[in-house]
């Protein structure tokens, strides 16, 4: 079996111990530090991610997955840095203001760096401000916002207002989500995108910063 | 009130255990009983999408008068006997406690005109929130989150004028820790939030409310784990965590859920509360439960059975906008209304058991949450909880009672389990047997993976 293949598998199984092993081996045998995240790490996550797609697999195996490859991306971090290989997109996400319902955008998150974009974490009940901020400071690919009240949807119109005032619309893509969201009210508020769960939120994350 | 443990359960012998009759119904201003033989519906609503702010409350008031006003036309032209509305508030209709309080008396209000005039028998619910999350929280049981809640509670209780005010909550206390638990479903975490986090927690607060509903004279109903219990069963219906993680967690959800009526609470208990036949078992107390009638809200593996032992008949929540029969609130409500209309004539005719046992068997056989759900299963583990005595004991016991259950029934043959689940369950058996005899030995095991979790908030001995 390949370096890259037993990274994988030890991936998909969450092992971090495991990965951390290999992946140090590969660096010390010279392996190119981008090919051990793409061929390996990253290949790793993509199986489990469509078994988790396939209700094959439930969430804690994703985020057992999801943990070791952290461990093996954090190893490889600084070989890809002086070697110049950057975040393959960078994404804004939270649950808007009002709202506490994490765990949907929890998921979100999780998946999208499971395709390795960098993802900042902007927790729960985020004002508006907070995400066009973010955007700017750290040049943000995708804003992504999750609400799951009727009441507090009605805040994704203002941050895509506030974008346009901000004067970085034309940079950043709206992406957004949740239970009571739609692709009509996508359209509505002027919004890019919107998907219906965390997977499929993920690739097109990924999709969209040309990943 | 000092809080009492119960000894036993309220039911003994199984056949007792029926929907519509509870062993301490409870006796309405107006002449309902719940409890006392029959089903009332109860109705939940919810607004359309619109945001809420000092420019848009006139037109939410306006929304909540209309669903009231026509849900009593349609309750008077069905000659409900009576039935009861819930208004679960919103957010920030607590961090706002004059909203809360003046939608209370809006409501009462209306119902209490429609008694007058039309003999209808009505009464009201209010749920307030439980605010008591995110950075500015420094303590559970003092500062603005806590004083907000309290208020929207008293100044409900003086509003209600001669309109039966009931008061319920769902308290998140525990759910920080809870979450991650259900991430990973790590079973001693989820049990560590409900025995020695959860449990407690409901103790004081608890004991606040009911404080309020005496002194208010409102009836102090009860409260569910939706932040904990319900959150899993609607990861398992999305297939995010195993299905025997939430029945699990739903019995254990019973100990905590019980604890309101351990410190004087009545019932009827609160709707979304899966856990309510174990609250029933174990006080004897009436309890709220809802089913298929709730899937305007979110989706379920248990759509009949929670019908079994409830008291009141609930949908949940519905959004007020136009269906082609009319408002969705009222369309929902006939709905509940034929439910127990269906429920009280089988009693009538003595078919009370038969129509439970349809019940049961037509969800049972296929899910393992609804599984914990029968009536004979809920007994027996009841039974094994009030052994123990303590938060933590009981927790545990329920813990591994119900895998036990689940483990028999699949055996048996009688409960379907497909693979997946059947690898977890053992996994889960696994790690019940480890569980530690403290709490304070569980912290232990678990305190290096809390960090969410701040003991002194919550008044909690543990350490870091
Ligand atoms: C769990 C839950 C809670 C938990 C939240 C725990 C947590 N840490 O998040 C607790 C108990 C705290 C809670 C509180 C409340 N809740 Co709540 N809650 C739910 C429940 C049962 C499940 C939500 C959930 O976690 N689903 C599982 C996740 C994985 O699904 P998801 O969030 O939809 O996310 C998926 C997709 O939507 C998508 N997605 C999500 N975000 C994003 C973002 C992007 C960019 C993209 C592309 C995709 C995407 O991907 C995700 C994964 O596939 C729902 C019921 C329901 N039907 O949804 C009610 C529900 C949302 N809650 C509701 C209510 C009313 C409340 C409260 C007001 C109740 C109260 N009385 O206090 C409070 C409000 C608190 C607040 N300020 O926000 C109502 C909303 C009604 C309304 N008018 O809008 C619901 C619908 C329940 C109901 N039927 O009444 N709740």
Redesign the pocket.
Known sequence: MSVFAEISEQIQNGKVKGVKELVQKAIDEKVNAKDILEKGLLAGMDVIGEKFRKNEVFVPQVLLAARAMNAGTALLKPLLTQAGVKASGKVA?G?VK????????N??KLMMEGKGLEVFDLG??VDPEKYIETAKNENCNII?????????MSVMPEVVEAAKKAGIRDKVKI???????TQTYCDQIGAD?????????AD?AAKVCGA | MARKEYTSTAYTDVKDFIYGSAKNPVKLKNGMVIGGGDVYPEL?F??PTMSLNDNTWNTALDHYREIITKTCERAYELECPGFTCEL????AM?FKPEWCIEVTKVCCEIISDFQSKKGIKGAFRI?????R?GDQVTHMYKGDRWDETMKAFEGSGKVKGDTDLIFA??T?GG?EIH?DALMMCDLKKAVFAMGAVACPDMEKIWTAIVDIAHKTNTVPGGDTA??LA??A???AE?N?IPRVFAAMDRVMAGVRSVVAMEVGCTGPDKD?GYEGPYVKAISGNPIAMEGKT?SC???SACGNIPMCVCDLWSN??V?NIQLLSGIAPVASFETLEYDCRMLRTAKKKGWGAQLQEVLYDSDSLIDPHAWIMRPDVVLEISKGIVKETGYYNRVKAACRLSLESIKKGSDSGKLRLNDKEKDWLGQLLTAAAELPDTAEKLWEEVKDDCEKFDPKKYDLPYEF
């Open positions: 996400i649950t009002g709202d506490l319902h994490d765990i949907g955008k998921l979100v729960a009940n992504a916002m999750s609400a799951l009240l009727t009441t507090t992406m957004i989500g949740g239970a009571p969201i995108y919107f998907t219906p769960d965390a997977a499929s939120a097109l | 939940n919810t607004l679960e508030t919103l957010p607590t749920t307030p929130n439980d605010n999350e909550i769902e998140i759910k979450d939706c932040g319900n959150t069963m609607v990861l999305k995010y979304c709730a809200a979110h989706l949940e929540s959004q």
